[in-house]
């Protein structure tokens, strides 16, 4: 059904603004429409044209509101289709996201969102809203309608709440898939809930029981649906009698899988509140579900299942069950991982690669090892911070599943180190993909310039050693440390070179905040005797009082950060087997570095 008309006034637009949200239009089927300044006809004869197209837009629909918002898209050009449409654009948050409100945006791309959050669009959007969920007559049009027209507060709340609660019951018996059905009788639930309406609660419980169930009987596999509803029915003040039969049910029907296991006993641990004898035996119970998928797999998927065992059991108190897992998880040989290598080819002109060398070993070596101490012009191997940040912004438009996809850093060992726990992690992540993805490209070149600069100067060792004792923060054995490397490096013993320096860089560092007159020791708790503390504290310190954050970054992913190569602690736990020599070039770039800062320096 098309209509014949529309009539509405039009805010003028940007050219970019106009230009970014045709883009967005054309490539996921959008609003380009700016709801700013519009006046819509409210006449009966409009809005009746308007329930009835959508209304027949939402008949096809099955696999969400989405399905709605598609059916009307050949007719967004009429503003007032639009903004009906953008109603069933909304993707429904659930319980633990961090939304502002029940409806979030869809995408956010570029910088826009989209669509909107419902309190930011004009009240003539949501008088639209409300003239056709008046005349329309399908589940899902009104469900949606009178549930925003609810979210945004339209008084009176009430002859919102009980439509949206009628209309989405009855989306929940149609054919809709599982997920959405479920969905519909959640919400559902929360709507009754706040308007205190025990009567639509109670029928919302009794057929969220019912349909539980029956998704957990099913031999399709439904984990999905099913906990969805025993979740929400968990969460009541007063949980129905039958969910704990639920659950005991759950947990047999998805046994097979731990994840969906473990989500399941953490739910009867919430029922168990104030049982401690009971909160111990479940406690128990999930390490142990991690233990056993971590018996019946291998490689990677073995490690995966026994990290959750280890630290389940460490935080809950069982610490027989954490040093069992330990035990196992330690024995597991890098070989067993089954891990997969992947090597790229960047091809660069022989000649541009010996024009960058030669900025470095053309010259007197002392001035070729000051260039080499800067760097690339002024930046470290990684990048400068604020082009990394952009490259981070580029990598999650152009390749959004590596920006949503976990990567648990794994140690020399085999043994996972760091995963990223919450959002701000996974961003700090992403930054250290970029610079640690640059110093691998950048190792080999800054590998061969300071075989040049060895190769065509050949200093000698009281020559390097005078040198760096004229450095203001370098004491006389770490310039005899200094030089020893440089030489180990060009005769071809990089792996003792990098044993030999590495503690020296942490060395410097820790030197250089006591200069600042910084508190770098901490003395004897109680049996924990006292210390220094390490590389990565070092380097928030300093970059407290002054030191560059791009350079900051570069020696923690170096040195000390299990997000990068974290090269001081596996040298010093020997998990390099044979440590690659571009490696050892940053080392000693990075050390080089180090020898030119001191307090009050530029």
């Known amino acids: 059904m098309r ?13 970019n603004s106009a230009t970014l949200d045709n883009l967005l239009s054309i490539i996921y089927g959008m609003s380009s429409t700016a709801f700013e300044s519009l006046q819509f006809d409210l006449s009966p004869e409009r809005i009746t044209a308007l329930a009835a197209m959508t209304d027949e837009a939402a008949a096809g629909a099955t696999a969400g509101w989405h399905e709605i918002s598609g059916a009307l898209q050949a007719d967004r050009e009429a503003a007032d289709v639009d903004a009906i449409a953008t109603a069933f654009d909304y993707r429904m948050s659930e319980a633990g996201e961090d939304a502002e ?3 979030a945006s869809a995408w956010t791309i570029g910088g826009k969102t989209y669509p909107a959050p419902p309190s930011a669009l004009p009240t003539s959007v949501a008088d639209l809203w409300e003239k056709v969920s008046e005349r329309a007559s399908s589940s899902p049009v009104r469900a949606r309608l009178h549930d925003l027209l609810f979210t945004l507060r339209r008084q009176p709340r009430h002859i919102h709440a009980e439509p949206a609660c009628v209309a989405y019951q009855e989306l929940s018996k149609q054919d809709w898939i599982p997920l959405y059905r479920a969905l519909a009788l ?7 809930r706040q308007m205190g309406r025990d009567d639509l609660a109670q029928s919302a419980v009794e057929q969220m029981i019912t349909d539980a169930r029956e998704y957990i009987k099913d031999a399709e596999w439904h984990p999905g649906v ?51 004898a009971e909160l111990e035996r479940i406690d128990r119970e999930i390490a142990a579900i991690w233990l056993a998928a971590a018996e019946n797999s291998s490689g990677i998927q073995k490690v995966g299942h026994l990290t959750p065992a280890i630290e389940y059991a460490r935080n809950h108190g069982h610490n027989d069950m954490a040093d069992q897992a330990t035990r196992t998880l330690q024995s597991i040989e890098s070989d067993e991982l089954e891990m997969q290598s992947f090597r790229s080819t960047i091809d660069v002109p ?12 053309d010259h007197d070596w002392r001035t070729g090892l000051l260039h080499f101490s800067r760097g690339d012009g002024g930046h470290p191997p990684s990048g400068h911070i604020d082009n990394n940040r952009a490259q981070v912004d580029v990598l999650r438009q152009e390749a959004p599943l590596l920006s949503m996809t976990t990567r648990v850093m794994l140690g020399g060992d085999g043994l996972p180190r760091w995963q990223p726990q919450n959002d701000d992690d996974r961003e700090l992540q992403q930054l250290a993909f970029v610079e640690s993805f640059t110093m691998r490209v950048c190792a ?3 590998d061969q310039a300071l075989l040049a600069i060895g190769a065509r100067h050949n200093p000698s060792r009281e020559e390097l050693e005078g040198l760096f004792a004229e450095r203001p923060a370098v004491t006389p054995d770490i310039a005899r440390v200094l030089a020893d490397s440089l030489l180990r490096f060009w005769s071809g013993d990089h792996e003792a070179c990098a044993y030999l320096l590495a503690p020296k860089i942490e060395t410097m560092l820790r030197n250089l905040a006591r200069g600042l007159d910084e508190a770098v020791y901490q003395t004897q708790r109680s049996n924990t005797p006292g210390k220094y503390v390490g590389v990565g504290v070092l380097l928030r310190i300093l970059g407290k009082r002054g030191l560059d954050e791009s350079w900051g970054r570069y020696l923690a992913m170096l040195l000390s950060s299990p997000m990068g190569f974290n090269i001081r602690n596996e040298l010093a736990h020997g998990f390099f087997e ?10 000693i770039q990075a050390a080089l570095y180090v020898t030119t800062l001191h307090p009050g320096a530029a």
């Open 578 to 587: 044979d440590i690659p020599r571009p490696l050892v070039a940053l080392l």
């Open 3 to 15: 209509l014949p008309h529309v009539s509405a006034a039009r805010a003028p637009e940007s050219e």
């Open 444 to 446: 080999p070149l800054f």
């Open 226 to 276: 099913s906990m969805r509803l025993v979740d929400r029915l968990v969460a009541e003040k007063k949980p129905p009698d039958e969910v704990d039969d639920l659950l005991a049910a759950a947990r047999a029907r998805y046994a097979a899988d731990p994840h969906i296991e473990v989500e399941v006993a953490t739910l009867q641990r919430r029922r168990a509140k104030g049982d401690t």
């Open 350 to 361: 022989r000649e541009k690669i010996d024009q960058w060398i030669d900025r470095f070993a």
């Open 101 to 103: 409100s029940v409806f």
């Open 186 to 192: 959640v919400r559902t639930l929360d709507i009754a």
